[in-house]
């Protein structure tokens, strides 16, 4: 994979990191993977990534489907059984692909997600690739000791961590972190037996506010979260909360959005003056009504709402 300049994107971080050139950015390259939820959207969810926020970005779709063909240019992995739970032998056969290419951190994400990029690479310029790392949104299951940072908004590691699982990857032996899903096998062995550090960064002033969301801003705000989603925050000990600290100010991810709210939230986020300029009618319009079912509609009462998505910030493009 060449690595495409960054575009729009990076005129807009160039503000954050100085004279940065698309060399001295965090290196990243992401990974999409098919959502077990509404499946037969997903080639709509990828064009809707490679419209906003996965142009010009090295982007490659990761899907079990043989049949699946680039959309965009955006290259795809064949990878067994990476729908739902995948095997040790698909997470490695993953990780090891990943391993042929060239990057600094490798971003997995669900394709119903958001990333708002000049956020994630701040992000990321705050910590050191050289070593191993894992940021993203970490959750546990209630009654063990496996922590794990969910892959739906995605979450950042670097090539150490990953060639440092490889090498040493926890074997059968090792029963007591096994799972059939593989984020939670991968993280836990990485975290408990291999000493990766794992961070799950939370709004610089408050320390409330998640960076990693795992609904949309609307569901987030308006709330509630699911009762599972409850439990496996409080099981990693994370607090959650609804309303105007549910999301740090500068957010780096949402999930559970469909193509249509991909297109949307990036142009709300990107577009500020425009979204701050509009009436309550030419808001709704924009949002529109094809929202994930793990998502919350927005009604002419919502005024709230639609004042909190104008206190989204990403960085280079808008601030108060």
């Not at 043989?66 to 095997?87: L, M």
Request: glycine fraction near 6%; include cysteine.
């Amino acid at each position: 994979l060449c690595r495409a300049g960054v575009l729009m994107a990076l005129a807009v971080v160039a503000c954050v990191f100085g004279a940065s050139t698309a060399a001295q950015l965090p290196d990243v390259l992401f990974t999409v993977f098919p959502s077990p939820v509404l499946t037969d959207r997903h080639q709509d969810r990828i064009n809707a990534i490679l419209d906003t926020w996965g142009k010009g970005q090295r982007v490659v779709v990761v899907s079990s489907d043989a049949d699946e063909q680039p959309n965009q240019g955006a290259p795809v992995w064949h990878i067994p059984d990476v729908t739902g739970k995948i095997g040790e032998e698909g997470m490695r056969a993953y990780l090891r692909k990943a391993m042929e290419e060239s990057w600094d951190w490798l971003y997995r994400v669900d394709d119903c997600a958001l990333v708002l990029l000049p956020n994630l690479l701040k992000l990321l310029e705050q910590h050191d690739h050289t070593r191993p790392v894992l940021v993203g949104s970490k959750i546990a299951l209630p009654g063990t000791d496996k922590v794990y940072f969910t892959g739906g908004p995605g979450w950042a590691i670097s090539r150490p961590a990953v060639q440092l699982f490889l090498d040493n990857w926890c074997p059968p032996s090792n029963a007591w972190f096994r799972d059939e899903v593989f984020d939670i096998q991968m993280h836990t062995c990485m975290v408990k037996h291999l000493g990766v550090q794992a961070e799950s960064p939370r709004d610089e002033v408050d320390g409330v506010g998640a960076k990693f969301n795992t609904y949309s801003p609307v569901r987030s705000f308006k709330g509630p979260y699911d009762h599972w989603f409850e439990n496996y925050k409080k099981a990693a000990k994370e607090t959650i909360v609804n309303g105007r600290s549910c999301c740090a100010r500068y957010p780096v991810a949402f999930h559970y959005v469909e193509a249509g709210e991909i297109r949307a939230f990036h142009r709300i986020f990107t577009e500020p003056h425009k979204w701050k300029a509009a009436t309550a009618r030419e808001k709704l319009d924009t949002l529109g009504s094809d929202v994930s079912p793990y998502s919350t509609h927005v009604t002419s009462e919502d005024d709230p709402v639609l004042d909190y998505l104008s206190e989204i910030r990403v960085f280079g493009i808008y601030s108060r």
